[in-house]
């Protein structure tokens, strides 16, 4: 059965940085282009940051470049979203998304595996 579990979420004030994780069941984990996207409430979700399954190649959200940084580790089976200089309105929860594209996916509906999220809530 595959999983998603995110970790790392909490709440830090504006300015700040935070590190979310997720750890994906998935084998073989290499083979899996990786995204994060958030949902704020009443909003529908965003894509945030994608990085392909060999880190070839990343893509961010306007909103977050330059602030977030994607990466992976495929021996852990791990992806992270390093998120710095975070303000109130990225407080959202925050997901990871698994598929098997080398494409540029921006899409909910694109990927095929979800975790659970992570709340990340940034205080004024």
């Known amino acids: 059965q595959v999983q998603l579990v995110e970790s790392g979420g909490g709440l830090v004030q504006a300015g700040g940085s935070l590190r979310v994780s997720c750890v994906a069941s998935?084998?073989?984990?290499?083979?899996?282009?990786m995204g994060w996207f958030r949902r704020a409430p009443g909003k529908e979700h965003e894509f945030v940051a994608r990085?392909?399954?060999?880190?070839?190649?990343?893509v961010y959200a306007d909103a977050v470049k330059g602030r977030f940084t994607i990466s992976r580790d495929n021996a852990k089976n791990t992806v992270y979203l390093q998120m710095n200089t975070l303000q109130p309105e990225d407080t959202a929860v925050y997901y990871c998304?698994?598929?098997?594209?080398?494409?540029?996916?921006?899409?909910?509906?694109?990927?095929?595996?979800w975790g659970q999220g992570t709340q990340v809530t940034v205080s004024s």
């Open positions: 998304a698994a598929d098997r594209s080398v494409r540029l996916r921006v899409s909910k509906s694109e990927y095929d595996f």
């Open positions: 998935i084998r073989p984990f290499r083979t899996y282009s």
């Open positions: 990085i392909t399954w060999d880190s070839g190649s990343t």
